[in-house]
């Protein structure tokens, strides 16, 4: 795979820290606006609750005199005043930071004192109690408490309104203090935490540096399981599936040294029968004796020799191929009456020469005998099953092989009967084992067919079973048995029609 293609690897370390350090970094700022609201509401207050007295102690300043009615008061409006005028001056002092702005109107909304700019709220209700709000003046934010104080025999007049205002300065610079005795701690908190989370992580991940550590120092020869209670609780499920995985290789690999020293094992039979047999020849030769009937015999067991040779080699192939899941992930639609037909006439000549009776019982090769699979895997199964009944038939034997539709299961029936000795109950299991062979039979063979046929069977999802066969009608007359020799096996294989995943 292209360097560019190749999918970055990931760290453990640097994404725990990434998710633990991005929510902090993305949380910082917003406690920076939170703070900063929360100090400019702790700064107000104090203010407020000044400047709200003071629009108090004004209005306690406010005289009422009712009038009699007049050319220039028609309506006998009470007269507003000033009681305390010094005391106004007092409020309307300014400080070095703040502008303090007042305003007095009377009950037609004459000006009575103070600042005309000064907007009138707009209150549907006009209370007596004090009430906060935010203006600007000259293009100055303001705070102005306000209240309205009522005029005593006039119910249906609105009142006199009592306000005072104040510029935000000193509250912007307590607040600015307040933001800064928070936020300048966090500048060294912050990256403290940040360093105390490294080394945390760095401490929780040490447990992991060491189970590799002991990993890599193994032996590629130790399969042995890895303590799971050295590993912290949250690898228990890791260690326990790495262990699962070493005792299905050490499994696997034991079973692959069997295999092989069988393999040797029956390989050096016809090897040695080779050599010796060569040698046998090369004596003849050199002694001069130049016997043809010596010399053919020793050739026709060369000949044995390099066919069992041969044989054996062909039948641990299939075996592998069998065992190989990624030839059998290729599938294919193919038809399995014309792949017992075609391995059936592979044996034709084999049958003759036994002078076997081989015969086939089941539909032609159309659309209804289709199935998915893997044909290469199917044809050696069948060819196995064949060659097993015609090694243990002897001669003038029968050997019979059926194919059936089990449309309701969705699956093919697969039957090849023979005429042999048959397997007792007791080894029917036994005989699906690697290089496992009936003793007493005298024949001569691998011991793999069988076990190519069940690894092929399980790759397909398929079932085998060995019955006796059943006595035919008319056997004894066309067919006889010697009195030894069996009843016969009846090996039965269900293909489903499209096997299940891998």
């Known amino acids: 795979m292209p360097l560019t293609e190749r999918r970055a690897q990931r760290s453990l370390f640097g994404e725990i820290l990434d998710w633990m350090l991005a929510p902090l970094l993305l949380l910082w700022p917003m406690s920076l606006v939170i703070t900063g609201v929360v100090a400019s509401d702790i700064a107000n207050r104090p203010y407020d609750r000044e400047l709200g007295e003071r629009a108090m102690l004004l209005a306690r300043q406010v005289v009422i005199e009712t009038q009699a009615a007049s050319a220039r008061n028609p309506l006998g409006l009470p007269a507003v005043r000033i009681a305390d005028k010094p005391l106004v001056r007092l409020l309307l002092r300014q400080d070095e930071v703040d502008q303090v702005f007042i305003q007095i109107l009377g009950a037609r909304g004459e000006l009575v004192e103070g600042d005309r700019e000064l907007p009138v709220p707009e209150d549907a209700l006009r209370k007596a109690s004090v009430q906060m709000r935010d203006e600007r003046i000259r293009e100055e ?15 249906q007049l609105p009142g006199v309104l009592v306000q005072i205002a104040e510029t935000l300065r000193k509250r ?4 600015t203090e307040i933001v800064k005795g928070v936020i300048l701690p966090q500048f060294i908190v912050l990256p403290l935490a940040v360093l105390l989370v490294w080394l945390a992580l760095a401490r929780g991940l040490n447990p992991l540096n060491r189970l590799q550590l002991r990993i890599r120092s193994r032996e590629s020869t130790d399969l042995s399981p890895i303590e799971e209670l050295d590993a912290p609780e949250e690898v228990a499920p890791l260690v326990r599936a790495i262990n699962d995985l070493l005792a299905r290789l050490d499994q696997s690999i034991t079973a692959q040294k069997h295999f092989l020293a069988d393999a040797a094992h029956q390989l050096k039979t016809p090897l040695a029968g080779l050599r010796t047999q060569a040698e046998l020849a090369t004596r003849e030769i050199d002694a001069g004796t130049n016997d043809p009937r010596t010399l053919k015999a020793a050739l026709h067991n060369i000949a044995l020799s390099s066919e069992r040779a041969a044989h054996s080699v062909n039948q641990l192939l299939a075996m592998a191929r069998a ?28 049958a003759l020469e036994k002078r076997i009776d081989i015969g ?8 209804a005998t289709l199935m998915v699979g893997q044909p290469v895997l199917v044809s050696e199964l069948v060819r196995n099953l064949i060659d097993n009944a015609l090694k243990y038939t002897p001669n003038d034997g029968l050997v019979t092989v059926r194919l059936a539709d089990n449309p309701t299961a969705g699956e093919f029936v697969l039957q090849v009967e023979d005429s042999g000795p048959g397997i007792p109950p007791a080894e029917r299991e036994r005989v699906f084992q690697p290089f496992y062979r009936t003793l007493g039979t005298g024949v001569d063979g691998t011991g793999l067919g069988l076990a190519i046929v069940l690894e092929i069977a399980q790759r397909h999802g398929a079932t085998v079973t060995i019955e006796d066969a059943p006595e035919r009608p008319g056997t004894d007359t066309l067919h006889p048995r010697d009195a030894g020799s069996g009843p016969g096996a009846l090996f039965t294989v269900r293909l489903p029609k499209r096997p299940p995943t891998l």
């Open 141 to 155: 934010p303001v705070r102005v408490a306000y209240l309205w104080v009522p005029i005593d025999g006039h119910p």
């Open 323 to 350: 065992e190989n899941s990624d030839i059998n992930a290729i599938r294919q639609r193919f038809n399995l009456a014309t792949c017992v037909r075609d391995a059936l006439h592979d044996f034709v000549p084999t």
């Open 360 to 367: 086939y019982e089941g539909p032609e090769p159309s659309p």
């Open 172 to 175: 912007s610079q307590l607040t």
